[in-house]
Structure formats: structure tokens, C-alpha cells
């Protein structure tokens, strides 16, 4: 592909980036690695002259391209964080605005207001990777050093593109740098989402032969990608192309190519499943068995104010990404039935009672312990609350849902300590349990209901969940499938996509955002009475991203409909 081929003005973020890319870019120093590899402040300047003549130099141009990967990024930047789209979704309620959800709600997104965080991001990414495979094969050294980078860089571009492509559809596909005297307002066009994704599959499978395994990676190189995190962005995007809102007709040979790509991951035998308490798979270690890859937060620089923004103002949080009802009664309890369920066992009178494990590891509810007390989301008969309530500390910040979230919260951080309180962390892209649910839902669609079960109870019946095994078939299945898929994979930006890919926001996203009232009476019993916080309003132009404004201003590149 030339860059004849595919020329689109890249925006103001891109035109920057070409003058920035050496001088602004570099995040280590030639002297090597740590820990923190990818969040680490500059530490010095390099001439574009050196940088490429010294692969030491040219790892360090490649090491802060890892930092636009999906993770916990500060709210209100350029990008968009894992807690944003939960919002999006039904997951979240996200009370100070993060991520523009108000525009979302109210159905007023649009070019104008939406939409250039991800399309400018992930293209000023894509230039200086270009720019890379433009450089990397003139620069003399360790050839082993000099593959595995290329698989680096083949890594995230593939990635990048498969972000762009899951957002925007049709997209630019371009893999020339871009020169400062190039004719940007030319246009190229939209490449057709499936011929990018093609692209993408090829690009992930090079990435493949360059790559090293889990196994071969050094500790001190956790974050950095390997065969199975490449594998696993093939998996996600072959899923997403199956799905109906790119697959309307069901073609099943992309059916298979998507089982095939998920299995592909659980067949490298590099991961298992975690088999302890559901809170300790995402804050109990740095790193475990079940990560495939995921975004590392280390030191005290650029480390995310995740507490604060989750915990209740009770301990000085903001309340700021609380649990929408309707996600916390999804939830079953723990004999596996639904709580609308007769049968279940659910008392709408103690609603927090016997439920599935993985609810008290994700949802933090009135009378739950954290950080040392019960959390008080009650208010009494003459209306005062609790200290996690608008009558307690900063009432601005109380929760409006009635819950916080426990998941991805540590709760052995002091807040007072600021960022020094901080523990190192990994925000993970991809578990082997998404990998499995990929595989059981792309068996379910090729008609093998009996392997697709397998795969689901595999995920369900672990002690992680304690789930009994579903013994469903036909359409009831896939139901347990996308509730699975639900629960396990909460929080990890995936609701939002599924909802998507499966085109049912219709059904989930009209639904207004729900919270819990909860009344304490002096004899001790507590009363809850649920209420619609906000109105939701779905546009099915939603299902794609808009280019945004300023871009379309400056290129003939057609529009997504309904913008």
C-alpha cells in the first residue's frame, strides 16, 4: 500500500505529532528497562538522527506508544477510559460527566461534541508507527532486538486500527507516514470495515512470528505484547465482525474464523483460569494466570485516581462511576437463578442477601464492610443519612445510585496519601474468561451448543463465580452466554461493545439510568424504593462513532448516517 493509495488529512493532533514525534515523544532513557516501563515521565531528547541509529533509542520511541491502549486513564483527557464505557453502557452511572456521557443520554452527541478523542488518538498513534516501519529496517543492531520491536509496533498499529474499526466502521486505512508537505485535503476515502479487518488478521499474524510468547517474557516486561495479546486483539475483532451489526446476513465462515481465533489463544496453554475470589483477580496480585494482556500503572507518575473517583464521599471519593440498578440486579443469586426468578430465593426485602459471589466482589451496597466500617446508604425516618449519603461528607459527591463499585477499587489504598498511595496494578485488555466466552458464543452461532456450554460452565462453575452449570440449549444458551459475559467481564469496557455488536442497544440503552432509595427504620428494618435517576435516549446512529467535526472540515470524507 502506498501512501498514494491512502491519503485522508490526519487533523490538527496529527499535524502536531509529526513536529513532536522525537523531541516530545521519548519516555526511557537508552539505559533500559523497569517496571513502569510505559508510564514513566520524559526523561530526556534525542535528534531524529540518533533515535534511528540506535535501536536502545528506537525501543524508547516505541515504549510510550503503549500508553493510548485502553486502560484507567485520567478523567477528562483525550482518551476515553474503561469507566467511561461503562457508562456508555448500562454498567455505570457516571455523575461528573467523564467521557461525555450527558451527550449520550440525552441523544445530543455529535460531530461537533463527539467523537475526535478515539479518531485522533489512535490516528497521531498510527503515524508515528508508520513512521517507525518507515525507519526501523536502515537502523543497525541486535536483530532479535529489531524483530521483536517490529512485532511490538505491529502489535499496537493492528490494535489501534482494530479500535478505529470497532468505533467508526469504515475507516482510513493508511500505513505510510505522513510528510509535513503532503496534500492532506486530497482524501482517500473509507476503506470497508471488512477489508480492515482483513488487514488487521494478516498484520496480527506476522505480529505473531515476532513476538515473544508469555512464557519467554521477562517479568521486568510485563505490559509489553506477546503472541497471546495479539492473538487475543485478532479474537475480539473477528468476534466483533461476526456479530450481527457487521454480519447481518450470518455468514458462518466468519462465525468460524472467530471460534477459531478465540481458540486459537486458549490453545497456546500460556494462561488458566483464575480459580480464587473474584476481587482478588483484578486487586489481589500484580499479575496473574488469567491475564493475557492489560495496561500497568506504576510509580507515581500518570497513576489513575481510581479510588477516589469510585469510593463514596464517606471516605472522601467523588462518586463519580456508581452501579446503575439495573446492573446490580443482574446479578443472580447464587443458585444461578435470576432474582425475577420465583424460585430464586430472592428477598426483595434484604435484596444484597444471597447472592452470586461475584456481586460482592464487584458491588460495594448499604451494610457492606469497606475500608474498616459499613458503608451507610441509608437515610432514617426523618431524613437524615448515612455518612455515604447527600447528608454526609461532601454531599456533592454522594453516590446518586444508592452503591459504589468494589471491583478495581483497592481498598487497602489511603486515600490521604494521594498518588503515593497508589499500588502498582495491571488494568487488564484481555482474560483467558473472555476468551472463553468468545468460543462458547461463536460455537453456539456455528450450532454446537453442547461445546459452547461446555466453555460457558467452564467460566461460571469455577469458585471465581460458583455458578451451577447451565444446562440451557437453543436461544436460552445465549442468553446465559451474554449474561455471563456481563457479570465476568464487568467494568472491562466490554458491556458496551457486546450491546453493539449484538445491536440490542435498543432494548438496554432507552432504559433511564436507575438508582435505590433506602429508608433505615428505628426498629432496625430497611425499606428501598427505586426510582429512574436520568432518562436514557438511544439513536441508532450510535452504533457507529462520528468523525468528528473538524476533521470532516478538512477532508471529503463521507460521514457516518444520522450525524
Known amino acids: 500500500m502506498t501512501r498514494n493509495a491512502f491519503r485522508i488529512e490526519p487533523g490538527v493532533m496529527m499535524k502536531q505529532a509529526m513536529k513532536r514525534l522525537v523531541l516530545g515523544a521519548m519516555t526511557l532513557s537508552a539505559a533500559g528497562c523497569s517496571d513502569d516501563i510505559l508510564d514513566l515521565q520524559p526523561l530526556s531528547q534525542y535528534s531524529d538522527a540518533l533515535v534511528w541509529n540506535d535501536l ?10 503503549y500508553n493510548s491502549i485502553r486502560g484507567l486513564n485520567n478523567a477528562g483527557s483525550i482518551h476515553v477510559s474503561f469507566l467511561d464505557y461503562a457508562g456508555y453502557a448500562d454498567e455505570s452511572y ?27 488518538n489512535r490516528y497521531d498513534m498510527i503515524q508515528r508507527l508508520n513512521i517507525f516501519f518507515e525507519r526501523i529496517g536502515d537502523v543497525p543492531g541486535d536483530d532479535a532486538l529489531r524483530t521483536r520491536l517490529m512485532g511490538e509496533a505491529r502489535f499496537l498499529r493492528a490494535y489501534y486500527y482494530a479500535e478505529l474499526a470497532k468505533h467508526y466502521g469504515d475507516v482510513p486505512l493508511i500505513t505510510d507516514p505522513f510528510e509535513l508537505g503532503d496534500d492532506y485535503a486530497a482524501g482517500i476515502g473509507r476503506t470497508p470495515f471488512d477489508d480492515v479487518v482483513q488487514w488487521v488478521t494478516s498484520e496480527l499474524d506476522q505480529a505473531v512470528t515476532e513476538l515473544p510468547s508469555q512464557s519467554e517474557q521477562p517479568d521486568s516486561d510485563l ?112 443458585n444461578g437463578l435470576p432474582i425475577t426468578d420465583p424460585a430464586s430465593g430472592y428477598d426483595p426485602d434484604n435484596p444484597y442477601v444471597g447472592r452470586e459471589a461475584r456481586f460482592y466482589g464487584t458491588i460495594l451496597h448499604d451494610g457492606a464492610v469497606s475500608r474498616g466500617r459499613e458503608l451507610e446508604f441509608w437515610y432514617d425516618d426523618e431524613g437524615q443519612g448515612g455518612r455515604d449519603t447527600g447528608h454526609g ?16 477499587h483497592d481498598e487497602e489504598r489511603d486515600l490521604a496519601a494521594g498518588r ?14 473472555e476468551m472463553y466466552l468468545s468460543y462458547a458464543e461463536a460455537q453456539y452461532e456455528l450450532g454446537n451448543d453442547g461445546v459452547a456450554r461446555d466453555y460457558l460452565n467452564d467460566v461460571r462453575t469455577r469458585p471465581t463465580a460458583g455458578l451451577p452449570p447451565s444446562t440451557a440449549a437453543g ?23 457486546d450491546l453493539l455488536r449484538w445491536q440490542l442497544a435498543e432494548e438496554y440503552l432507552n432504559d433511564p439510568a436507575r438508582g435505590v432509595n433506602i429508608t433505615r427504620h428505628a426498629d432496625g428494618t430497611r425499606s428501598y424504593e427505586y426510582f429512574e435517576l436520568r432518562d436514557r435516549v438511544w439513536n441508532p446512529a450510535y452504533y457507529f462513532w462520528p468523525i468528528p467535526e473538524s476533521e470532516m472540515q478538512r477532508t471529503d470524507l463521507p460521514q457516518n448516517p444520522g450525524y
Open 393 to 408: 461528607i461532601q454531599p456533592w459527591n454522594a453516590s446518586l445510585t444508592g452503591h459504589a463499585f468494589r471491583k478495581f
Open 475 to 497: 436461544p436460552a444458551l445465549m442468553d446465559d452466554i451474554r449474561e455471563e459475559r456481563r457479570i465476568e467481564l464487568a467494568l472491562e469496557s466490554k458491556r458496551y461493545f
Open 420 to 433: 503515593a498511595g497508589f499500588r502498582d496494578r495491571v488494568w487488564p485488555t484481555f482474560r483467558l474468561s
Open 56 to 65: 536502545n533509542l528506537v525501543q524508547a520511541y516505541v515504549n510510550p506508544l
Open 223 to 334: 505490559g509489553r505484547a506477546t503472541t497471546g495479546a495479539a492473538l487475543a486483539v485478532k479474537a475480539d475483532l473477528l468476534l466483533y465482525a461476526a456479530s450481527p451489526l457487521h454480519n447481518s446476513g450470518g455468514d458462518l465462515a466468519k462465525w468460524t474464523a472467530a471460534s477459531n481465533a478465540a481458540r486459537a489463544v486458549i490453545d497456546l496453554g500460556e494462561y488458566s483460569l483464575f480459580q480464587g475470589d473474584y476481587y482478588d483477580l483484578t486487586m489481589g496480585s500484580f499479575w496473574n494466570s488469567e491475564i493475557i494482556f492489560g495496561r500497568i500503572y506504576a510509580g507515581l507518575y500518570n497513576t489513575p485516581n481510581s479510588e477516589v473517583w469510585l469510593m463514596t464521599n464517606g471516605f472522601g471519593g467523588w462518586s463519580a462511576y456508581t452501579p446503575q440498578q439495573q446492573f446490580v440486579d443482574a446479578y443472580r443469586m447464587a
Open 94 to 120: 457516571n455523575r461528573h460527566n467523564y467521557g461525555g456521557t450527558n451527550a449520550l443520554y440525552s441523544g445530543a452527541w455529535n460531530a461537533g461534541n463527539f467523537g475526535s478523542q478515539i479518531w485522533n
